[in-house]
């Protein structure tokens, strides 16, 4: 089993960055993919990036350009990096961690995008 906390979720206006980080523990090893996913008000919950255990890769073509998604293994945690940040990507992040199909998240952080 992996437990996930993210951190980072703020208040920024539009043309901002934010960085976000999902910490892992538990049965990290076994990790296949991780990624972020984001849920706006009355939306259904969408895929933003993810990154495979070989580092690959994968964006939503809405952040493609501006957000990177990356990970550093020694400290078993996964960032997001969002640049040029729109009103339209507010919305409460949650980190995901798969394993062998099987979906863990996190608790999830609030990113709003002032206009």
């Known amino acids: 089993q992996v437990q996930l906390v993210e951190s980072g979720g703020d208040l920024v206006q539009a043309g901002g960055s934010l960085r976000l980080s999902c910490k892992a523990s538990?049965?990290?090893?076994?990790?296949?993919?991780m990624g972020w996913y984001r849920q706006a008000p009355g939306k259904e919950r969408e895929l933003v990036a993810s990154?495979?255990?070989?580092?690959?890769?994968n964006y939503a073509d809405s952040v493609k350009g501006r957000f990177t998604i990356s990970r550093d293994y020694l400290k078993s945690t996964v960032y997001l990096q969002m640049n040029s940040l729109k009103p339209e990507d507010t919305a409460v992040y949650y980190c995901?961690?798969?394993?062998?199909?099987?979906?863990?998240w996190g608790q999830g952080t609030q990113v709003t995008v002032s206009s």
């Open positions: 995901n961690a798969r394993v062998y199909g099987l979906d863990s």
């Open positions: 538990g049965s990290i090893w076994r990790i296949n993919v």
């Open positions: 990154i495979t255990s070989g580092g690959n890769t």
